[in-house]
């Protein structure tokens, strides 16, 4: 598995992939198993893995035995609300206009749940729920409204097309198109389309998802017509 991952890994961008940036969690014992070694390289000899019995954060995601999903989440969520909190104390305050704080929400508030959101908004329980009560309170809480103001009324005032769970959605089928998208012999694409014939896997979780909200899968129109066509 870590030959494949060697191997894959420069293809999708992730060149530094050594002992120092891999962990093994152990899943389904509690017996420890035999150390791993990290294949040697010219320049390094054999190392140990580090094993890991709780969550280990690497590039902002939480992961755990578990995978690390619900961890990401509880992570995530609170720290968007506590940006959403420091831009409405500016507007309240006069000190930005809604219009800017609008725009920087995009980048603050959204920005710092956008990673990870196709997966631990699949994988973690209630995680459409989470979001979607989320975004009803920070757009209240830009507006200064209270806390039984109709959340469409606020989003409409907020100029909010998508929100909260349809805005994951948006993300999980965009993700979803851009694997499809890749080219047939990617491994990382193999192993997606071979993962819908288990039912607890990300590939059917989001798959189901789509039907559920009636969304289009890109792999059920034309491939050709391209990811701006499909966004469309």
């Known amino acids: 598995m870590l030959l494949i991952i060697e191997r894959w890994a420069p293809l999708h961008g992730a060149c530094d992939v050594g002992v120092d940036k891999t962990v093994f969690f152990l899943i ?28 280990h954060r690497w590039l902002g995601w939480l992961w755990s035995p578990a995978g690390g999903a619900c961890e990401t989440l509880v992570l995530r969520v609170p720290t968007a609300s506590r ?21 920087l929400f995009q980048g603050k508030v959204i920005g710092s749940l956008i990673p990870g959101m196709w997966l631990y908004a699949v994988m973690a329980p ?15 809480l830009l507006l200064g409204a209270p806390p039984w103001k109709n959340t469409h009324a606020a989003a409409w005032e907020l100029g909010w097309s998508c929100y909260g769970a349809a805005y994951a959605m948006l993300v999980i089928a965009l993700r979803r198109a851009r694997i499809w998208l890749w080219p ?26 789509l039907l559920d909200w009636g969304l289009t899968d890109i792999c059920d129109g034309n491939l050709h017509d391209g990811l701006q066509a499909y966004k469309k």
């Not at 990617?186 to 798959?207: C, L, M, N, T």
Request: hydrophobic share 40%.
């Open 28 to 55: 389904g014992s509690s017996a420890l198993p035999r150390p791993l070694l990290f294949r040697p390289t010219v320049c390094n000899p054999p190392a140990p893995l580090s094993f890991c019995t709780t969550a």
């Open 83 to 103: 940006h959403a909190a420091s831009l409405s104390g500016f507007v309240q305050a006069s000190g930005i206009p809604l219009p800017l704080a609008g725009a």
């Open 126 to 140: 209630d995680a459409m729920k989470v979001l979607e009560d989320a975004w009803s309170s920070w757009g209240r």
């Open 184 to 209: 047939r012999d990617d491994f990382y694409r193999g192993v997606f389309i071979q993962s819908h014939s288990f039912h607890e896997s990300w590939a059917s979780r989001s798959k189901q998802l």
